[in-house]
């Protein structure tokens, strides 16, 4: 296979969708469109990315700051699809072999009918290979006029006669080229059309009429090239998305007992016979072990879970890692950097950040449990909080191994509690608690009878 490029259009204003933000970063099942056209591209391995911005185009830039390896050209002002892939000469110079055109509105489009393209388009030689579809609906497509079997022009609907529109081979927008040749072509296309632009279908005439070879790639579900131009299409899409993901699941082993309420991001990872309850929400980046049970309401997000793991419902996890065997919540809060490791338990409207609890050990009630190394088999009783935070700086709090921490009680961190240490319900612990120590702060309890009748008397 010859040197693979990729270009990316991002430079519309996406008008339709009534936002301040480039059309091309609003979230489809979780992640920006452009986000997911990126990451089915790079089953190609290609030699280079180039991203033709325009509208908001550092707002662009900063969106996909994550992405150095990511080439941006300004097209400005935007005339049309020729006009976009021309503004990448210079970014191109020099590069031979084939470059893949994608539009960074297009997100369903899928890894195997890319791979396909390019092998359909290297294998025959062509100077353009074309991905089309044929659609019930073709309004607002190009639409594709052939002569006999081969592809004879693109004709975009404002152009189009009454009989061409009758026509449901529709164009998607995605090509391959033939580098060689390919911006001299694009110098040869005319704004001969409606809107005064220059359309890169038109390419497609000029190579028939040059004697060069130009292939079609018809994609057999219709939905991979739906673009995205309206709230309505980005809802719609997002739909499509999740019922492809969920099925796909579902064939693996994994139980979900309500699809249509289960939101499953395209990367997510769910081992076999695990259960996904209604209302789940699985968020980019998450991996899920075999054998859990994550009931109704979770939401996690970039997150990994062992197998055999209980979440229970209403629970948030974020960034944040929960090891084989343990039970969260409910309505637990798992921030960033938590990690629950084996058999341990975070239940009933507990809150972690930057904490460890190790193996077998719990926190079942109400307790904020923030930059904390909890050891393993430590109690926490309800109502604890490390005190962290002295109003400048984060500070520390170390548990150690089979601790038992009582009810309501307060740690001001910095500080550690030894290994088998207690420390009795309600106690403010200001200082380490060596191994094996017992700390309180509360006073004897002083009972004094007969106290409410005389109050009454007043």
Request: net charge neutral; aromatic share 4%; glycine share 10%.
């Amino acid at each position: 296979m010859s040197d693979v490029h990729v270009v990316v259009l991002a430079a519309g204003k996406g008008t339709r969708m009534k936002s301040a933000l480039p059309k091309v970063i609003h979230r489809v099942c979780g992640s920006p469109m452009i986000e997911l056209v990126l990451k089915t591209a790079e089953v190609l391995r290609p030699r280079r990315i180039v991203v033709v911005v325009g509208h908001q185009a550092d707002v662009l830039r900063q969106a996909l700051g994550g992405r150095p390896e990511l080439t941006f050209v300004v097209q400005e002002p935007q005339l049309g699809t020729a006009h976009a892939l021309l503004t990448t000469e210079a970014a191109l110079s020099g590069a031979r072999g084939t470059v893949v055109l994608l539009s960074g509105d297009v997100p369903m489009l899928s890894r195997e009918t890319l791979e396909r393209l390019v092998d359909r388009h290297q294998k025959t030689d062509a100077a353009a290979t074309v991905v089309t579809a044929v659609v019930d609906n073709p309004h607002g497509y190009g639409r594709i006029v052939r002569s006999g079997e081969r592809i004879a022009r693109i004709v975009e609907e404002r152009d189009a006669s009454s009989t061409e529109r009758e026509i449901h081979e529709i164009n998607s927008g995605i090509y391959a080229f033939a580098l060689d040749g390919l911006f001299d072509a694009i110098r040869g296309i005319a704004a001969e059309n409606a809107q005064r632009e220059y359309y890169l279908p038109d390419l497609v005439a000029i190579y028939r009429a040059r004697g060069l070879e130009v292939e079609t790639l018809t994609v057999t579900n219709p939905d991979e090239i739906r673009g995205i131009n309206s709230r309505a299409e980005l809802a719609e899409v997002g739909r499509l998305m999740r019922e492809r993901k969920n099925a796909a699941l579902m064939a693996a082993g994994v139980t979900l007992d309500d699809p249509a309420t289960t939101y499953v991001a395209p990367d997510v990872e769910v081992g076999a016979d695990t259960i996904l309850r209604p209302g789940v929400s699985l968020e980019a980046g998450t991996r899920i072990g075999s054998g859990c049970d994550i009931h109704s309401g979770a939401r996690i997000i970039n997150s990994t879970i062992g197998d055999n793991v209980t979440v229970l419902n209403h629970c948030v996890i974020g960034d944040s890692t929960v090891e084989s065997g343990a039970t969260v919540g409910p309505f637990a809060h798992l921030r960033a950097h938590s990690h629950v490791r084996e058999r341990a338990k975070a239940g009933n409207f507990v809150e972690l950040k930057n904490t460890t609890i190790g193996a077998g050990s719990k926190a079942m009630h109400l307790s904020y449990l923030g930059d904390a190394t909890i050891g393993e088999a430590v109690n926490i009783g309800a109502g604890t909080i490390t005190c962290n935070y002295d109003g400048v700086k984060k500070n520390a709090t170390v548990i150690e191994d089979r601790a038992f921490i009582g009810s309501d009680s307060q740690l001001i961190a910095p500080l550690t509690i030894g290994e088998g240490a207690y420390v009795g319900s309600g106690t403010t612990v200001r200082e380490d608690v060596p191994a094996g120590a017992l700390a309180v702060s509360a006073g004897k309890q002083r009972t004094i009878e007969g106290w409410v009748e005389r109050r009454k008397k007043k």
